[in-house]
């Protein structure tokens, strides 16, 4: 007898039964509502200690390469878009809210279903994130998509997440209209979110859970510094709404040019460029306080430029597709005039390029 023909044999066999056993301890994980309705411990499924220790924090740098939809890399401000709205469901661990309402907060959306092992393994990171990064600008949304009809019954995902000792807010997604929006293709599937509502992050599957605590605390950062030492002025009253013949009549046609046709002044021409004066700069249209020179820094682009705006909420972006490109368009918040661009490639703190017209400001210089 050959003896290497039959331990090869052997080997196979063993294997094949391994791996049949394997598939069919997977399948029935989906198929037994009880098991699925397991609680899972909190260790880390790749055996790897989480980042702990703050001062080893290095920032990621987004990639500018990467287009809107790409996964795993951090994606570059400009060309993030913005989230789509989370469809109606039933809300557990919270009031119902939406991406609007969490604007200021970086957010987490797992894409997640109980029955699916996958997802059952995530969760102690999540738990993790969620006991971490609470408190300091983080929310976690669990978008429950279910695959079986077991899973689409409300007392199951109640009795889950309880089992599971899910502490951060979860909504049912029954039909799959969150699931469509967000273009998810399988599960669990982690997105996050930046303070602008903006996608930055997106991952499928397990694992990569440094890479998403870095994500993470890389947004947390750019958020808690875009408005820092800065005196706040945050704009909360109404918008002004005119015709664009009423607007043509108070502008100059180089204004209404910039302001209302969404136009561009030539670099190195605009009033404001070599300004080095102290003071602050008004939306030239409505008067709304936009940006202070303490935040104004020499970019070398021939328009003025800005790391921060005086308070996020004076200011309101858009991702502005034109010219077979995306970038993200920044437009006063109270008349919806247009100002300029942000980019990503700004100097610290916030690392930000507010890149505007001078046409589209007026600055003031402090007594």
Known sequence: MNYKILFVFTVVLITTALVAIGCTRSIASRQNGESALAATDDKDTNNKPLLTDENSFVPLVADNNADANARDVLIAASKAKPAPALSTGQWL??????????????????????????????????????????DKGLTIVGVHTPESDYEKKFSN????????SIKYPVVT??????????????????????????????????????MQEKVIKTLLAESETKTADLKTEEYKGEKIVKTEAEWRKELTKEQFYVLREKGTERAFT?????????????????????????????????????????????????????FGSSRTEVLCSRCHSHLGHVFDDGPKPTGLRYCMNSVALKFEKKP
């Open 93 to 134: 661990n919270s009031e119902p809210t939406t991406i609007e309402n969490l604007r200021g907060r970086v957010v987490l959306v797992d894409f997640w279903t109980f029955g699916c092992y996958n997802c059952r393994n995530t969760l102690p990171t999540l738990k993790k994130f969620d006991a971490s990064y609470r």
């Open 157 to 164: 995902i109640q009795d889950a997440v309880k089992r599971n």
């Open 173 to 210: 997604d029954a039909n799959g209209d969150t699931w469509r929006a967000y273009n998810v293709e399988a599960w669990p599937t982690v997105v996050i979110l930046d303070k602008q509502g903006r996608i930055r992050y997106t991952h499928i599957g397990e694992s990569a859970y440094e």
């Open 270 to 322: 605009g009033e404001y460029n070599d300004n080095h004066e102290d003071g602050d700069y008004y939306c030239a249209a409505c008067h709304l306080k936009l940006f202070s020179s303490k935040a104004k820094f020499e970019s070398g682009t021939g328009w003025p430029s800005f790391y921060q705006p005086v308070a996020a909420a004076n200011v309101t972006e858009e991702i502005d597709n034109s």
